[in-house]
């Protein structure tokens, strides 16, 4: 295949879904790593795609490879995320049996949540202290501490979660993108997320609209698995896919 037919393919492969690896463009192009590597600087070169660690992403996503400490997460996009938490709070009943995710937007979520009857469980250390603080009946996952967020993630905790079946769940996501889905930089974390959303009968993810048209590292659910609370989404193909309640 000539240079230009392959560049013209890997451009119309991210077209359709947002972003792809080294690996699966030599599967798909039958060439070899190093060839398909100077395919993407040459066009990353030209304004064509994002070149990423092992693929690239079209012009339209940008890719989140890190994930920030918990107390910088804090100090981005505040109020967004202070509208965001509020309006959550405000979906729970007291007869609800509720899975609260680690992450900024749902700590600050638990500061709402004063003597309430329903059932809380989460893997947030921060989470269980507050609801614990507010007069709620808690439980907190056993597993493997993440130090960066304060997450207890991993297998045990994936195992420890297969055992509840809850009315409502409130997820963070690291990105949202309408082919990729909700995306997260941790494998474990992933993994998490994505039983909670299994064994939920309604999810909430909570995001502002810095994390719309970003992609993660690992994909934890479909955009049409949950319900997605933010201040603004200006993606209306995402809109068209699921519920999106924007707060004001």
Same mark, same amino acid.
């Given at each position: 295949?000539?240079?230009?037919?392959?560049?013209?393919?890997?451009?119309?492969?991210?077209?359709?879904?947002?972003s792809?690896?080294?690996?699966?463009?030599?599967?798909?192009?039958?060439?070899?790593?190093?060839?398909?590597?100077?395919?993407?600087?040459? *066009? =990353?070169?030209? %304004?064509?795609?994002?070149? &990423?660690? +092992? $693929?690239?992403?079209?012009?339209?996503? #940008?890719?989140?490879?890190?994930?920030?400490?918990?107390?910088?997460?804090?100090?981005?996009?505040?109020?967004?995320?202070?509208?965001?938490?509020?309006?959550?709070?405000?979906?729970?009943?007291?007869?609800?049996?509720v899975?609260?995710?680690?992450?900024?937007?749902?700590?600050?979520?638990?500061?709402?949540?004063?003597n309430?009857?329903?059932?809380?469980?989460?893997?947030?250390?921060?989470?269980?202290?507050? *609801? =614990?603080?507010? %007069?709620?009946?808690?439980? &907190?996952? +056993? $597993?493997?501490?993440?130090?960066?967020? #304060?997450?207890?993630?991993?297998?045990?905790?994936?195992?420890?979660?297969?055992?509840?079946?809850?009315?409502?769940?409130?997820?963070?996501?690291?990105?949202?993108?309408?082919?990729?889905?909700?995306?997260?930089?941790?494998?474990?974390?992933?993994?998490?997320?994505?039983?909670?959303?299994?064994?939920?009968?309604?999810?909430?993810?909570?995001?502002?609209?810095?994390?719309?048209?970003?992609?993660?590292?690992?994909?934890?659910?479909?955009?049409?698995?949950?319900?997605?609370?933010?201040?603004?989404?200006?993606?209306?193909?995402?809109?068209?896919?699921?519920?999106?309640?924007?707060?004001?």
């Open positions: 295949m000539l240079t230009q037919d392959r560049q013209s393919k890997i451009l119309s492969i991210l077209n359709e879904q947002g792809v690896t080294v690996s699966r463009l030599t599967e798909i192009l039958s060439a070899s790593e190093s060839t398909i590597r100077r395919d993407l600087t040459s *066009l =990353a070169g030209e %304004g064509k795609l994002n070149k &990423v660690h +092992g $693929g690239a992403t079209a012009l339209n996503q #940008e890719f989140v490879r890190f994930e920030d400490n918990i107390e910088d997460k804090l100090t981005k996009h505040t109020d967004e995320k202070i509208r965001i938490a509020e309006y959550a709070a405000r979906q729970i009943q007291d007869d609800d049996f899975f609260i995710d680690a992450g900024t937007s749902t700590l600050l979520m638990t500061s709402y949540l004063k309430s009857k329903a059932t809380f469980v989460t893997n947030g250390v921060d989470h269980a202290k507050q *609801l =614990a603080k507010n %007069g709620c009946n808690t439980i &907190v996952l +056993g $597993g493997l501490l993440k130090q960066s967020t #304060e997450a207890i993630i991993g297998l045990v905790a994936a195992t420890n979660l297969q055992k509840y079946s809850f009315t409502k769940a409130f997820i963070g996501t690291n990105g949202i993108s309408e082919k990729q889905g909700f995306t997260t930089p941790d494998t474990e974390e992933a993994m998490l997320k994505a039983v909670a959303i299994e064994r939920s009968f309604i999810t909430y993810i909570l995001a502002d609209s810095s994390k719309f048209d970003k992609v993660s590292a690992v994909t934890f659910a479909s955009i049409d698995s949950a319900c997605i609370v933010t201040d603004k989404c200006y993606n209306n193909n995402i809109a068209k896919r699921t519920v999106v309640k924007e707060v004001v």
